[in-house]
């Protein structure tokens, strides 16, 4: 699609769901844009090649398992349902080697989660927890870690095909 037409189409949905939503400007609304949601992002360093390890996250009743890729800073997340409220309970993260039963990584965490405005009136509640192997499972993502997720995104980004 060329460019000119696709900014048109995009616009146009924009406009679509602005009025659909009720709100008078096109910023994101009536939840459009903020997602109930819990997500670790978890730093490798220092425990080698975990390129298809076995990671698991659980909270509020419900577990999300997925693999691991080949990157210094991973982020798995779990979706909420979008009435949860900010009492989140106990969050457990977990990482099993490939081939392995035991888990490498078995940590907790009790999490509050923040609210996040649609800017429409409503909202959802979500938070971010990290783990890296000095700290272990915080409830606080600290910057290294968040700057190192950037530029792991940035470069895949700005990679050659």
Known sequence: MNPIRYARVLGGVAALLA???????????????????????????????LAGASVRLCANGTCVEDRLRKESVSLVTLPLPDDIGPDLGTVRFRVTRRGSTEPLVDASARKKLDFQSDECGGGVYNGGLAFTKETGLTTEIPKSVSKARLQQIMDRATAAP
């Open 19 to 49: 009025g659909v939503t009720g709100c008078a400007d096109t910023t994101a609304c009536a939840g459009v844009g903020v997602v109930a949601q819990v997500g670790v992002f978890f730093a490798q360093e220092g425990y080698g090649d």
